[in-house]
Nanobody, 125 residues
Framework: QVHLVESGGGSVQAGGSLRLSCTASGDTDSNQYMGWFRQAPGKEREGVAAIDSDGRIYDADSVKGRFTLSKDNAKNSLYLQMNSLKPEDTGTYHC???????????????????WGQGTQVTVSS
């Protein structure tokens, strides 16, 4: 079992920045593959960015050039630096983890077994 806790959400104006953090505890062998997902009201949860066990990073097209994912294995933590935020980035951001995710499916929410409760990000125009 892995317990994930997100932090760093908030309300910003368009063009602003936020940095999300996710700390994992428990069976950390199960967080070799991690990712950030978001869900806007009335929409399906979508993958934002993910990292595999080799450190390879996968970004959704909608956030390329604006969001940067990083991981600190020593701290069992995952981060998401979000710059140039847009109103359409609004949603609840969840951290996810699993011991293995098939390459190419890293932004697929159904590939992850462990989830945090989420942190709210609101971007106003």
């Amino acid at each position: 079992q892995v317990h994930l806790v997100e932090s760093g959400g908030g309300s910003v104006q368009a063009g602003g920045s936020l940095r999300l953090s996710c700390t994992a505890s428990g069976d950390t062998d199960s967080n070799q593959y991690m990712g950030w997902f978001r869900q806007a009201p009335g929409k399906e949860r979508e993958g934002v960015a993910a990292i595999d066990s080799d450190g390879r990073i996968y970004d959704a097209d909608s956030v390329k050039g604006r969001f940067t994912l990083s991981k600190d294995n020593a701290k069992n933590s995952l981060y998401l630096q979000m710059n140039s935020l847009k109103p359409e980035d609004t949603g609840t951001y969840h951290c996810a983890a699993d011991h293995y995710v098939t390459r190419g499916r890293n932004l697929n929410q159904y590939r992850y077994d462990y989830w945090g409760q989420g942190t709210q990000v609101t971007v106003s125009s």
